[in-house]
């Protein structure tokens, strides 16, 4: 039986599936039936696709099974494989050097019987000069989050009873939880995807519980310490030169029940949008949850533009609700979107699909030979120009061709990705015009993937304002990693000056923290 034949069996009429869910809703808890009422509506859009067009199939699996390989030379092998060559041995193999472990404890060694500036027991004539230590380091397991217990001595007076605890050193602090808990657990919730509840089985496992509750408490002061930090970052976000903007679907229980608070009754999906924004040499992470797409969010921080500044150019793919049109900008389209058109579409049409995937190949290389040479955008732009120029030409031509000839049905899957380009073009070639223009939208796609990875294992938030927590450590936590600074020390930092990051936001910015640290 077929893959349509077999959802057609499971599809029913739309009375019989009301009736199901009905049932289903009566027998099982919230969170199931939703669950299955998604997995209901999966199977109608899933026959719909089907049913519309042979090369919806490709579409389908990709999005049931996720993507093989889009690169060129998987999808289309040479038909005689060059000579296999030996593979060269990748650097590291998992090995890392010392000086990547920014966050391990240093113990150092000194030599039991020699000094600097001693005479040197082999020769004995030179003196004996420093240099920089031999590392050896040693890896031990414990728990994400330690204990230690302090037994202070008792002692107990025979005659009047009177009871005299020792008193306890300074490194027992005066808190049961040291400040360093809650940016662990937010580290983990939020920038691993670990959710509380595993964390909190992990920590059992291991001897030192940590309950899901508690995990919450610990983390609700880090996030009001680190508040104006994020407002300033999200200021600074909107003053970025590029700003890459994408969405993904979110769960929010509080906003899917009766009354959620929907800004249109209409809506029915909540969402979590990435906004990445180049500042310079700098990166910018923001991420929002809620109702408002991708474009909205977009406006919102650009309410906070300086308004003597050039328009940004706005990096998304081409769905309208990634653009509003509220404040200047340059609209730049993905070109990998564009390019996975024709992906899609390849085992129906290989020789037209290899010939726009090749094409597009070669202008992605010009790409990252200006990376490699170092070029800065007035540069590129030349190279893309010169370059990548007459490549775009040629196949904007061609796509013409293959509609004006009638070389293609407009209405198969090779016409539809063919008016794709063709719609979105000047969007698309924006690189070749504008200096800085990114050819694709690959950074915030994968900037999503932490949300992603969130909705996964948590299915979503359960409150907005879990929501909101989320999106905090998750803008601060990959605004670090986007910049090469340890989220850990930079949270931890945070919930230790919490007066100081009030009083002056910006200097306690990922890129700027160690040194209001230093004061």
């Known amino acids: ?33 939703g669950r299955i009422a998604a997995l209901e509506q999966l199977l109608v859009r899933a026959h719909e696709a089907l049913l519309q067009n042979q090369q919806s199939s490709a579409k389908l699996r990709r999005v049931l099974f996720g993507p ?14 060059p000579p296999a060559e030996p593979k060269p041995k990748r650097r590291g193999h998992g090995r890392r050097g010392a000086k990547e472990y920014t966050g391990a404890r240093r113990v150092p060694v000194c030599h039991r019987d020699l000094q600097a500036g001693q005479l040197c027991s082999g020769c004995g004539r030179g003196k004996l000069c420093p240099q920089p230590p031999a590392v050896t380091p040693l890896l031990e397991g414990s728990a994400p989050v330690t204990a230690t217990l302090f037994e202070a001595e008792r ?11 020792a008193p306890l050193p300074p490194e027992a602090g005066t808190e049961k939880y040291d400040v360093s808990v809650g940016p662990t657990v937010a580290l983990l919730r939020y ?75 209409k809506r029915t999906g909540t969402f979590t949008t990435a906004v ?11 991420f929002f949850t809620g109702w408002k797409h991708a474009g909205e969010n977009l406006s919102e921080v650009l309410r906070l533009r300086a308004s003597g ?35 899609d579409v390849r085992e129906a049409f290989p020789a037209e699909c290899r010939q726009v995937l090749e094409s597009l190949g070669k202008v992605y290389g010009f790409d990252a030979e200006a990376k490699e040479r170092g070029l800065d955008g007035a540069a590129r732009l030349v190279h893309h120009q010169t370059h990548s120029g007459p490549v775009m030409d040629q196949l904007h031509q061609w796509l013409g061709e293959m509609l004006e000839q009638k070389r293609t049905e407009p209405n198969s899957g090779l016409g539809h990705a063919i008016r794709y380009l063709q719609n979105h073009w000047e969007a698309l070639t924006l690189f070749l015009r504008v200096p800085g223009a990114p050819l694709d939208n690959n950074l915030a796609e994968r900037t999503l993937k932490m949300a992603i990875l969130h909705r996964k294992n948590s299915l979503g938030y359960k409150t907005v304002k879990g929501a909101q927590i989320g999106d905090l450590f998750m803008s601060l936590i990959q605004t670090c990693r986007s910049n090469g600074i340890n989220p ?11 007066a100081a990051v009030a009083a002056h936001p910006a200097d306690w910015l990922p890129w700027n923290y160690p040194q209001a640290k230093a004061v």
């Open 1 to 33: 039986m077929s893959l349509l034949a077999e959802i057609q069996a499971l599809i029913r009429p739309e009375e019989t599936q009301q009736a199901f869910l009905q049932r289903t809703q009566a027998a099982v808890g919230p969170e199931d039936f």
């Open 68 to 81: 093989k390989t889009e690169k060129t030379r998987q999808l289309f092998p040479p038909a005689a494989p």
């Open 155 to 165: 002692l107990r007076c025979a005659g009047c009873g009177k009871v005299f605890t």
């Open 191 to 265: 920038g691993c995807g670990l959710p509380h509840y595993r964390l909190a089985r992990l920590q059992e496992s291991l001897g030192v519980p940590l309950p899901e509750s508690t995990q919450w408490e610990v983390m609700l002061p880090n996030a009001a310490a680190a508040g104006p930090a994020l407002q300033e970052l999200v200021h600074q976000a909107a003053q970025g030169s590029v700003i890459y903007v994408d969405d993904t679907r979110m769960r929010v229980r509080e906003l899917r029940s009766k009354g959620g608070g929907a800004i249109d009754p």
């Open 276 to 286: 990445v924004a180049e500042l310079g040499a700098r990166t910018a992470v923001l």
């Open 309 to 343: 500044l050039e328009p940004p150019i706005q990096m998304c793919d081409a769905l309208s609700r990634n653009f509003k049109g509220e404040f200047p900008r340059l609209l730049a389209n993905c070109l990998s979107h564009g390019r996975r058109e024709f992906v």
């Open 488 to 498: 850990f020390e930079y949270l931890k930092a945070l919930a230790r000056n919490p």
